[in-house]
Antibody, heavy 122, light 112 residues
Framework: QLQLQESGPGLVKPSETLSLTCSVSDDSINNNTYYWGWIRQSPGKGLEWIGSLYNGGVNTYYNPSLKSRVTISIDTSKNHFSLMLTSVTAADTGVYYC?????????????WGQGTLVTVSS | EIVMTQSPLSLLVTPGEAASISCRSSQSLSDRNGKQYLDWYLQRPGTSPQLLIYLGSNRASGVPDRFSGSGSGTDFTLKISRVEAEDVGIYYCMQGVRNPPWTFGQGTKVEI
């Protein structure tokens, strides 16, 4: 059963860069069947899709509201993909999830990682 | 961006009884073949969201048949035929149309 696990610092200072990694339990990240995405959850905004990537990272898609600050990349040799969010503020505080994204047709996210809490504070 | 609106935002249910959650989208989620690009997720307390329903009415693997999804266009419903204690949590709808951004409803908290 596929499992995803987020990792990274739980505390980031304002104006700095948030960096998280999602480890995938098998090598399915190497095939081009699925997308791989990041979603966050904050009290103020609920669930918010951040971005997704596909095709070894050749294709990336970002939420327009975050696009200027987000980079998602993949390292297929390590079975993981990563999120970078620059110039963070308190509004970026929340639980960050990674997930596999599939097309049925119709996009869905499953499974999700357990999530990692990131707090932006000095 | 497609805006997803759920109602009610909270629901108190009795075990064994039925429950229903509504989700409306600001744009049609139907394609020309009649497929509905709408998912439902359940986030149990202290856990991450899990996929319950995709394509409007298809149960994900392992999801009990007491969960059913229906609707088309901009109006969708998730029904739980007989609520059990393990069904408590927050239910989210999400639109999964071809092009991003993909967006979620605000969530409906179900309590017993």
């Amino acid at each position: 059963q596929l499992q995803l696990q987020e990792s990274g610092p739980g505390l980031v200072k304002p104006s700095e860069t948030l960096s998280l990694t999602c480890s995938v339990s098998d090598d399915s990240i190497n095939n081009n069947t699925y997308y791989w995405g990041w979603i966050r959850q904050s009290p103020g905004k609920g669930l918010e899709w951040i971005g997704s990537l596909y095709n070894g990272g050749v294709n990336t898609y970002y939420n327009p509201s975050l696009k200027s600050r987000v980079t998602i990349s993949i390292d297929t040799s390590k079975n993981h993909f990563s999120l970078m969010l620059t110039s963070v503020t308190a509004a970026d505080t929340g639980v960050y999830y990674c997930a596999r994204q599939g097309w049925s047709p119709g996009w869905w996210f499953a499974p999700w990682g357990q999530g990692t809490l990131v707090t932006v504070s000095s | 961006e497609i805006v997803m609106t759920q109602s009610p935002l909270s629901l108190l249910v009795t075990p064994g009884e039925a429950a229903s959650i509504s989700c409306r989208s600001s744009q049609s989620l139907s394609d020309r073949n009649g497929k509905q690009y709408l998912d439902w997720y359940l986030q149990r307390p202290g856990t991450s969201p899990q996929l319950l329903i995709y394509l409007g009415s298809n149960r994900a693997s392992g999801v009990p048949d007491r969960f059913s999804g229906s609707g088309s266009g901009t109006d969708f419903t998730l029904k739980i035929s007989r609520v059990e204690a393990e069904d408590v949590g927050i239910y989210y709808c999400m639109q999964g149309v071809r092009n991003p951004p993909w967006t979620f409803g605000q969530g409906t908290k179900v309590e017993i």
